[in-house]
């Protein structure tokens, strides 16, 4: 167990500040994350030129380290030894909150395990930001972030997505938008589908409609910039059938798959999907309990 009181008490290290920056309007930025970013001892950032261009926007003059999704393992032995020297360290992505995805997750679950604590600042975010604005419910949402590329896995994944009722939540690039949005509605159907583009930025733009409506669209336009999908959830219908676990424990159900034929890996994760639950939780309860 891990007991973290964020603001109170005395530390044996420094502090992981995890620190959102804008995801296009610079305005956008907060008072506590231009504090943060001046007051810490380092800066972690994702791609260095971008952060650094943050930076001189807004006059702060800190050590950068870069910190990204190919070199993540071998510097977060550096990073830590920081930690435990008593140095504090920001990490930033390139835009938004750092660990949704882009790179931080691993570094954070690394201070916890060497009890060290991390601080997380409210800002600016993509995926909430298009679910919102899009006109479906926010009531329930279950964020995925980027779809695999190959048709094969992209359209396996979505298999397994088709009875959540939450509102699902996509990230996607402009030259693979097409291509999801087809998987997307030959999986799931001609739900109803937000597109969010170039938020906060001069040409903000959001498209609704059906899947076939908004995949017309896009046959029509040139596409740039970053997508955010969000797409309506399923029935209560597709939900009320997928219930008949009700009554097992997890390892029963992580079991029932694998006696279809299912490795142990597609099993938890088809059982977490099925439950509306982490993957790990599902790999505990499995392995461990």
Same mark, same amino acid.
């Given at each position: ?18 620190? *959102? ?46 910190? =990204?999704? =190919? ?10 030894? @920081? ?8 990490? !930033?992505?390139?835009?938004?909150? *750092? ?6 997750? %691993? ?11 991390? !601080?997380? /600042?409210?800002?600016? $975010? ?36 088709? =009875? ?16 999801? /949005? ?31 409506? #908004? ?8 596409? @740039?910039? %970053?997508?955010?999908? !969000? ?11 997928? #219930? ?9 159900? !992580? ?10 890996? $597609? ?5 977490? #999907?099925?439950?509306?639950? *982490?993957?790990?939780? #599902? ?7």
């Amino acid at each position: 167990m891990n007991i973290q009181s964020s603001f109170q008490g005395t530390f044996p290290g420094g502090t992981l500040y995890l620190v *959102p920056t804008p995801i296009g309007n610079l305005d956008d930025i907060t008072l506590r994350a231009l504090h943060t970013l001046k007051t810490v001892d380092f800066i972690a950032a994702e791609d260095t030129r971008n952060t650094k261009k943050l930076m001189n926007h807004f006059s702060i003059e800190k050590p950068l380290i870069s910190y =990204h999704e =190919h070199n993540k393992q071998a510097r977060e032995a550096g990073l830590l030894e @920081k930690l435990l020297d008593g140095k504090n360290i920001a990490l !930033v992505s390139d835009a938004g909150m *750092p660990a949704i995805s882009d790179p931080g997750y %691993e570094m954070v679950n690394a201070a916890v395990e060497h009890n060290l604590p991390v !601080v997380t /600042l409210p800002g600016a $975010n993509a995926a909430l930001c298009a679910l919102v604005g899009s006109g479906l419910s926010p009531r329930e949402f279950y964020f995925y972030g980027f779809l695999p590329r190959k048709k094969k896995d992209r359209e396996a994944e979505l298999d397994l997505l088709q =009875h959540i009722r939450a509102t699902l939540l996509f990230y996607e690039s402009p030259h693979r938008l097409k291509e999801t /949005l087809k998987s997307i509605g030959d999986q799931l159907g001609n739900r109803r589908v937000s597109l969010a583009r170039e938020l906060t930025k001069r040409y903000e733009e959001y498209i609704r409609g059906t899947a076939q409506e #908004v995949l017309q669209w896009t046959e029509e336009k040139q596409l @740039k910039g %970053e997508f955010c999908i !969000v797409v309506e959830g399923g029935t209560a219908t597709a939900q009320a059938e997928s #219930v008949w676990w009700e009554d097992w424990t997890l390892k029963e159900h !992580v079991a029932y798959y694998m006696e279809q034929g299912e490795s142990s890996k $597609n099993a938890i994760k088809q059982t977490a #999907v099925d439950r509306n639950m *982490p993957k790990r939780d #599902v790999y505990q309860a499995f392995h461990v309990e």
